[in-house]
C-alpha cells in the first residue's frame, strides 16, 4: 500500500468566510477550526486585514500504525482574512463552537485606519447547545 500525501506548503491554513449584513452593519467571518482551544487563539487587526493565529495539537492516541492517507494538518497555524469595509475595534465578538469560530466586527460610519498594528485582546467564548 502506497503512502497518499496531499501537498501542503508549510503549516495548515483554515478555511474562512466573509458576509455583510443586509443592512451593511456588520462584517461576519466564520473559521473552519475543528479541535481547537479557544485559549490558543489570537486576533489582530491590520488595517483592513484580520489576522487569526493559533494552534491545533495532535491529542490522539493512536495504535502503532502506518498512514495510509495523512490530510489533517497540526500545529501553528495563521490565517489572514481581508476585511471588505473599515470596521471599529470595540464591540467585536468572537464566538467558538462545534469547530466553527464565528468573529462579528462591526462596520466602522467612519473610514479610519490605525497607523499601527492593533493586537486584539478578546476573549473567544465556547458556545454549547
Do not use: W
Not at 491529542?59 to 494538518?73: C, D, S, V, W, Y
Amino acid at each position: 500500500m502506497d503512502f497518499v500525501l496531499r501537498s501542503r506548503l508549510g503549516q495548515f491554513e483554515p478555511n474562512a468566510d466573509v458576509l455583510v449584513d443586509e443592512g451593511g452593519r456588520r462584517v461576519f467571518v466564520y473559521v473552519e477550526l475543528a479541535a481547537i482551544e479557544p485559549e490558543s487563539l489570537r486576533l489582530s487587526l491590520d488595517g483592513h486585514r484580520l489576522v487569526i493565529s493559533g494552534q491545533r495539537q495532535d491529542r490522539r492516541t493512536l495504535p502503532p500504525t502506518r498512514f495510509a492517507q495523512k490530510e489533517i494538518g497540526f500545529g501553528t497555524f495563521i490565517k489572514e482574512v481581508a476585511l471588505p469595509a473599515p470596521v471599529r475595534y470595540d464591540d467585536l465578538v468572537a464566538e467558538y463552537g462545534d469547530g466553527m469560530l464565528v468573529i462579528t466586527l462591526p462596520i466602522a460610519e467612519i473610514h479610519y485606519l490605525p497607523t499601527s498594528r492593533t493586537e486584539l485582546h478578546i476573549i473567544v467564548t465556547r458556545t454549547r447547545p
